[in-house]
């Protein structure tokens, strides 16, 4: 499956033991326009209820950057309240979908995870990752903050870890620190290795009993039942964020050094 609408696209393929594959991309340090986000939400939520599915992996084109997050060439172009919300709508959709869905969903990351990257990792059931996963959240630095993302970053890592990534906006924290706060669940010294133990880990779970997994998953999630409106109430600010002078002076200049 390719979409290339705003040059983004996802592809997927489930193989004869119901491992289900999303891998999705971007020229941009594959960032996530707001098509590649809609796809990745549509994806997770039918493979959640395709009988032939035991277990996803979601992945990123390469083997450098694993998400930039927002893409900065749709973020300038809103002009509305309205068009900001469903831009930031887009990663609710993609959070809530991996929430919901009654499969487990492992992560491979193998290079840089910034903002909405983060998020994304962060809504994995189970995430592992090279040692060059490291991560940032760049949010307030263009005026925003990480308002649809925070609660998934949160959960994960907790509130003091997630505080002090969205306060020092600029600094990366190494794929140790994600490691040591939960982000990853183990970390690799490069690609091949990674690989090899994510294949041996689905491997695992394609055989393990479906019913189980659904209600461990389950449990895994419980309170957070709200997150349906509270993301989209959190989509709400950043729209309005993002149509700042601040955001707006920010993302150019940022755009401008590249």
């Known amino acids: 499956m390719l979409n290339a609408i705003n040059k983004g696209q996802v592809n997927t393929k489930i193989d004869s033991i119901g491992i ?3 891998e999705f991309g971007h020229p941009s340090s594959n960032s996530l326009p707001g098509n590649v986000l809609q796809e990745l939400a549509d994806t997770i939520t039918e ?3 395709n009988d032939c599915v035991k277990v996803i992996m979601i992945k990123s084109i390469g083997d450098r950057a694993f998400c930039a997050g927002a893409s900065f060439d749709e973020l300038i172009s809103i002009k509305d309240s ?3 919300k469903k831009f930031f709508s ?9 929430r919901k869905c009654p499969k487990f969903i492992v992560g491979r990351v193998q290079g840089k995870a910034v903002g909405g990257g983060v998020g994304l990792a962060s809504s994995f059931d189970y995430c592992l990752a090279t040692k060059y996963a490291d991560i940032k959240l760049s949010e307030l630095a ?7 993302v925070g609660p998934a970053v949160e959960r994960k890592i907790g509130l003091s870890a997630m505080s002090q990534l969205t306060i020092n906006a600029t600094e990366w924290r190494s794929a140790k620190w994600a490691k040591e706060k939960g982000l990853y669940a183990e970390i690799y010294d490069n690609v091949e290795e990674l690989d090899k133990q994510v294949d041996v880990l689905l491997k695992k779970l394609a055989n393990s009993n479906p019913e189980s997994m659904k209600l461990l998953k389950s449990n895994f999630w ?23 002078d601040f955001t707006i002076n920010a993302i150019n200049s940022f755009k401008n050094k590249k």
């Open 82 to 84: 309205n068009t900001g």
């Open 47 to 49: 493979f959640g209820i």
């Open 90 to 98: 887009g990663f609710a959709k993609v959070i809530n979908a991996c």
């Open 222 to 244: 419980k309170g957070t039942e709200n997150w349906d409106s509270l993301l989209q109430d959190r989509a709400s600010i950043s729209g309005e964020l993002v149509l700042s």
């Open 20 to 22: 289900a594959t999303i």
């Open 142 to 148: 263009i005026g925003i903050g990480p308002f649809v």
